[in-house]
């Protein structure tokens, strides 16, 4: 059974710029939700995808949007980067809605905006 | 709003100690609560839920409404025990919407 994946591991952006974030779920997930996790703070919820529909937004501005494929894998893409967007980025798969299902974190991806 | 307050930013125990990780929250109706864990060089990962009443690891972690907590104790601290702990709710009005705390580090020393 393969884990949850995420690409790239780290990337460099400039202020401004657009960034896709890539996330595998683990066989037999349905459902992956995105979190930032800035230094030294707890991971915080983006958004939630089940069966390729948004189930779910946290706090943040319409230029993070995402996107789930068929297979279930997801996409998260930051329009207009700001410094305030370098974060480390998780992904977590689940087999339906976490609250019953335990859900399965990737290893991040570590964005810096400079 | 929905928040989760850990209080400790780091906790430093001796091996065989007892331990307790603080948690408080505010959600005026019936919250789901949650401890994650993160190992060193490892992923983020669920070590207990209330609704399951398990102990996990050693671990305990007893849901009191009254007191609006959810803390995690073990009474005899390991050094395997030294980690990063994360509390999380989910709201019923938010299914699947976790909100973590800040973490507590937790260093064991032997």
């Known amino acids: 059974e393969t884990g949850v994946t995420q690409s790239p591991t780290h990337l460099i952006k400039t202020r401004g710029q657009q960034v896709t974030l890539r996330c595998s779920s683990q066989?037999?997930?349905?459902?992956v939700s995105w979190y930032q996790q800035a230094l030294g703070q707890g991971p915080q919820f983006i958004f939630q995808?089940?069966?390729?529909?948004?189930?779910g937004r946290g706090n943040f501005p319409p230029r993070f949007s995402g996107l789930q494929f068929p297979n279930y894998s997801s996409e998260l893409n930051v329009n207009a980067l700001e410094l305030d967007d370098s974060a480390l980025y998780l992904c977590?798969?689940?087999?339906?809605?976490?609250?019953?299902?335990?859900?399965?974190f990737g290893p991040g991806t570590r964005l810096t905006v400079l | 709003a929905q928040r989760v307050t850990q209080p400790e930013k780091l906790l430093s125990v001796f091996k065989g100690a007892p331990v307790e990780l603080k948690c408080n929250y505010s959600?005026?109706?019936?919250?789901?609560l949650f401890w994650y864990v993160q190992y060193s060089r490892q992923r983020l990962q669920l070590l207990l839920r209330h609704i399951s009443r398990e102990s996990i690891k050693g671990f305990t972690a007893d849901l009191n409404k009254g007191e609006t907590s959810f803390h995690l104790k073990k009474p005899f601290a390991q050094e395997e025990d030294s980690a990063m702990y994360y509390c999380?709710?989910?709201?019923?009005?938010?299914?699947?919407?976790?909100?973590f705390g800040a973490g507590t580090q937790v260093v064991v020393t032997p």
């Open positions: 995808y089940y069966r390729e529909e948004e189930n």
């Open positions: 999380a709710l989910m709201t019923t009005d938010s299914w699947g919407k976790f909100q």
């Open positions: 977590a798969s689940s087999k339906g809605l976490p609250s019953y299902n335990e859900q399965f």
């Open positions: 959600y005026s109706g019936s919250p789901e």
């Open positions: 066989s037999g997930h349905n459902t």
